[in-house]
């Protein structure tokens, strides 16, 4: 089993910054594929960002591509996600995800996930 805790989430403007951290616990958590996801009210989830488990690829959305970097420390079974220049439709719950995935942008490879953190980006 492999646990997940997300923290970082908050309220902030349109133009601003926040970095997410999950926080992994349980065995062989640093070999597992790392990744964000997000979900608006009415909305389905969505990929955010992912990384594969030794930190060698990484992959973003298109609309999130060139303002946000996912990361990991392995040492620390952490994975971050700093966000920046946040515009309002960036306002969702964010969730961290970990699997044995074989596409990093999927959800279906994600065998364990977080309760979310909501991220909210005011005009």
């Known amino acids: 089993q492999v646990q997940l805790v997300e923290s970082g989430g908050g309220l902030v403007q349109a133009g601003g910054s926040l970095r997410l951290s999950c926080a992994a616990s349980?065995?062989?958590?640093?070999?597992?594929?790392m990744g964000w996801f997000r979900q608006a009210p009415g909305k389905e989830r969505e990929f955010v960002a992912g990384?594969?488990?030794?930190?060698?690829?990484?992959y973003y959305s298109d609309s999130v591509k060139g303002r946000f970097t996912i990361s990991r420390d392995n040492a620390k079974n952490t994975v971050y996600l700093q966000m920046n220049s946040l515009k309002p439709e960036d306002t969702a719950v964010y969730y961290c995800?970990?699997?044995?995935?074989?596409?990093?942008?999927?959800?279906?490879?994600?065998?364990?996930w977080g309760q979310g953190t909501q991220v909210t980006v005011s005009s």
């Open positions: 990384t594969t488990w030794n930190g060698g690829s990484t």
């Open positions: 349980g065995r062989t958590a640093s070999t597992y594929a």
């Open positions: 995800a970990a699997g044995l995935v074989g596409v990093v942008t999927s959800m279906g490879g994600y065998h364990y």
